[in-house]
């Protein structure tokens, strides 16, 4: 099997062997089994009050993949949510969390960096991966516009990318072969959280619209912040959902790289993701004045051909 690889994804292919081949931890944790639970209950609510695909998606896991991967989402988030604070001093905040998260020497005073930390160890996640994700994450320290698409999948490497190679070290897979499709799926997720956040992100004072695509469909950022979906707008939506779509594609025969009992939970989460594009569309791709998403029945009534295409992939 071979994958199409874009100019743009070679710096970034580059950056996932590079964290691949790096060290990880083969000691274990030694606490106390009751904190160690609860560290885990605890990460279970961070996913389910923040994000209802991933809690979905990561029920159809095994039960010990299962936490293990809500733990992974719930250091992302919380390493996310640092840089969304308008606090001085956010750097310093950042380096700190990254000292107490990625050594061995545990705080059983948080939970997330507890069952963080059982499961990096436990299921051998190069660490590098971990630090590149905080990376990646700093930059919204200092970045709020990127001028290119190659400079804004560099970010969507940073803060998604890093987190399917991570889950993918949780659900198992074939070889470092998988790890140009977990970029590819990595950043189409990321580039459909963007195309929904738009207005989001505009209040928070970011754009993750390349400037030099909105200019080639004569578009400004006074525009962004009118909120007028013309032809402009929808011509450029219809290019950036276009391309997304082909990055969804070509990701997810990787899929069938991963261990069996991993598939339809990865499928869920791709395929899921996959139909806010759908809706954005439906609504004549207005993301000024609604955000974008799936329901919960739309969400459930996609499961059966979701789990048969997981299940024939090849």
């Known amino acids: ?56 998606s990561s029920a159809l896991l095994p039960a010990d993949k299962r ?25 310093d905040e950042l380096n700190t969390w990254q000292r107490q998260a990625l050594v061995e020497d545990l705080n059983a005073k948080d939970p997330v960096i507890l069952a963080w930390t059982d499961t990096r160890i ?6 590098r991966y971990a630090e590149q994700l905080i990376e990646g994450i700093a930059r919204d320290l200092t970045s709020k516009r990127y001028d290119t698409f190659e ?8 803060v998604a990318a890093t987190v399917g190679l991570m889950a993918m070290h949780i659900i198992g897979f074939s070889g470092p072969e998988a790890i140009p499709y977990a970029v590819k799926l990595g950043v189409a997720l990321q580039l459909t959280n963007m195309l929904r956040d738009v207005n989001e992100d505009w209040r928070a004072g970011r754009l993750y619209l390349p400037q030099g695509e909105l200019a080639a469909f004569n578009l400004t950022e006074a525009d962004i912040a009118a909120g007028e979906v013309d032809d402009r707008w929808r011509e450029f939506m219809r290019f950036q959902i276009r391309r997304n779509r082909i990055l969804y594609r070509e990701a997810l025969p990787g899929i069938a790289m991963l261990d069996p009992d991993g598939r339809f939970a990865i499928s869920a989460s791709a395929e899921l993701y996959r139909a806010i594009l759908d809706d954005i569309e439906a ?17 459930l009534s996609r499961l059966p051909s979701i789990w048969w295409r997981s299940k024939t992939i090849a």
């Open 151 to 158: 400079d804004l999948v560099k970010y969507c490497y940073g």
């Open 1 to 56: 099997m071979s994958v199409k690889i874009y100019p743009w994804e070679q710096r970034l292919l580059e950056w996932a062997y590079e964290a691949f081949e790096s060290p990880e931890s083969h000691e274990s944790v030694e606490v106390e089994g009751r904190l160690l639970e609860e560290a885990y209950r605890y990460c279970e609510s961070v996913i389910k009050a923040h994000s209802r695909t991933f809690y979905m």
């Open 67 to 91: 936490r293990a991967a809500r733990a992974l989402y719930a250091f992302c988030r919380t390493s996310d949510d640092l840089v969304d604070r308008t606090e001085d001093e956010l750097q």
């Open 122 to 127: 436990r299921y051998g996640i190069p660490i």
């Open 283 to 299: 609504h004549d791709w207005d993301v000024f004045h609604r955000r974008p998403y799936v329901s919960t029945w739309g969400k």
